[in-house]
């Protein structure tokens, strides 16, 4: 079973964590135009490298931020957002 | 005998010609490149070369001839969808399925055995009564069964299973199918040489170049290439290359594992699926039970296999046939998928000029192989987008116009 590194936990098994996908910008509610909507709605980073993502460690409720080579799959790390900066 | 081997061996008719030709040197120039060499690429190259007389086309196929998903998928040729410009298109694949093995002279084994698809909670029944209406009313021969049917139709499934997750039901689609898959590009790619279609294997694109908003050109490992069109068709690897381009598909790639059963004698006459426990099987013509299709929970692009997915995929399947418990896995794969948020394909235009999309194929790509590379053939020639591919433009995602086959598409291939 592949491990994945939670902030609070420590290295669990990957099938304790919930993927919630691909972390991006909010859109701006009151000045977002229609097309930057549906943009937001509909595209997500998808590159065949490094991609920052949210995890959720289902038994304890708690969401994070992992880096991740969406080739090779190695963790590269993983962070609580509230604490660390964001790249 | 010997000495006729020994004759014909030595012979000059020895070695026969294959039916693909070796890879040529680059031209210079061609009218159309086809980026990606499986089912669908090598399908459009075949009708452009049959239908419009387009014959300088090249394929180009980073690595060998239909090794990426045109030889992983699970072979399930079916038009039992939801919304009617998904069943039109489909039913439209399904009937070029049947006609393909005339067509191409090449025996495809195409096999209408029919799919069942079981629902194990009212509301799969609910949504499988809206398909039944939906697929009747555009042509398809689709129905609703009963417990009984289910029973009548395959009187190996487990019904009840102790009570968890009992089968209420069905649907029934007559019409399902299953073919060999690598014998559909072969037939593709043998038709498409002989009408002149250059089919380059181990040529990697490495960049798409554009002009004034209009593609001239293909950057490959093998050289620089100019052309008038490109077709990106290229399965897993969609959205990386349509970026090369400057086009950001709405796409997320997943990996989709299946497996396969060491033979067994023939006792499954159709298609079986499951919604609720994400499996469906088929026995091959050899005996061997092919297994799928679990997607994985997070973006990849890796075609390794996970323990944890081949045991759920083993849990499914025994619990709709016990007596497979004590039989064996012969191998297990993945085909990397390129997911769109409504579970429909995106073909036709791309915001480049001459830049057509065949993109978007997930985990529902084979059962189109015919159907979308005659549609993109016309594309290319005609340069107008055929009313039939209206729907799945890429547009529909500026529009909010989505065309969603989630229920009809996951876990029910």
Request: charged share 20%; with cysteine; aromatic share 8%.
């Amino acid at each position: 079973m592949k491990l994945l590194t939670c902030p609070m936990n420590g290295p669990r098994n990957i099938d304790e964590f919930q993927y919630l996908g691909p972390v991006r910008d909010d859109a701006d509610p009151d000045t977002a135009s229609d097309a930057a909507w549906a943009r937001h709605v509909f595209r997500a980073a998808n590159p065949p490298g490094r991609l920052l993502e949210w995890w959720r460690h289902v038994p304890t409720n708690f969401v994070f931020v992992a880096e991740r080579d969406t080739v090779s799959n190695d963790v590269i790390r993983t962070f609580d957002p509230a604490t660390a900066e964001r790249p | 005998m010997v000495f006729r081997l020994l004759k014909y061996g030595l012979s000059h008719r020895y070695p026969v010609t294959g039916d693909i030709p070796a890879t040529p040197d680059l031209k210079p120039r061609y009218d159309v490149v086809i980026i990606g060499g499986g089912g669908h690429g090598l399908s459009c190259a075949y009708h452009l070369a049959r239908y419009h007389g387009i014959r300088r086309v090249a394929v180009l196929e980073k690595g060998w001839l239909a090794g990426g998903n045109t030889s992983r998928n699970t072979t399930t040729i079916r038009s039992n969808y939801l919304t009617p410009q998904g069943i039109a298109f489909y039913k439209e694949g399904l009937e070029l399925f049947a006609a393909m093995s005339d067509e191409l002279d090449f025996n495809i084994m195409f096999s209408q055995r029919g799919q069942l698809t079981l629902a194990h909670t009212e509301a799969t029944m609910r949504a499988f009564h809206t398909r039944a209406e939906a697929g009747t009313y555009m042509g398809t021969r689709i129905e609703v069964v009963d417990p009984k049917g289910v029973e009548a139709l395959c009187p190996e499934l487990n019904m009840d299973y102790g009570g968890a997750l009992e089968i209420l039901g069905g649907l029934w689609h007559a019409d399902g199918a299953t073919a060999r898959h690598d014998a559909v590009a072969w037939g593709y790619a043998a038709q498409a040489a002989r009408c002149g279609v250059e089919i380059h294997q181990r040529t990697e694109v490495d960049g798409i170049e554009i002009a004034a908003g209009r593609v001239t050109g293909v950057v490959t490992s093998r050289g620089a290439i100019a052309c008038d069109h490109v077709l990106i068709a290229c399965g897993g690897m969609n959205y990386h290359v349509a970026q090369m381009a400057g086009v950001e598909l709405p796409i997320r790639t997943y990996p989709l594992q299946a497996m396969v059963t060491q033979p067994v004698k023939p006792w499954l006459n159709i298609l079986i699926s499951s919604v609720s426990l994400h499996t469906y099987l088929v026995q091959s013509s050899r005996g061997e039970v092919v297994i799928g299709g679990g997607s994985d929970p997070y973006q990849l692009y890796s075609t390794r296999s996970t323990l944890d997915m081949k045991e759920h995929l083993a849990e499914g399947s025994v619990h709709l046939f016990p007596f497979l418990q004590g039989v064996r896995v012969l191998r297990q794969w993945a085909g990397i998928t390129d997911m769109t948020p409504d579970y429909s394909p995106i073909m036709g235009a791309s915001p480049v000029t001459n830049l057509w999309l065949d993109c978007g194929w997930g985990t529902w790509g084979f059962k189109a192989t015919g159907v979308a590379g005659k549609r993109l053939a016309e594309c290319i020639a005609t340069g107008r987008v055929p009313a039939i591919l209206h729907p799945f433009a890429l547009e529909r995602f500026e529009r909010f116009a989505l065309l969603n086959e989630m229920g009809a598409t996951a876990a029910s291939h």
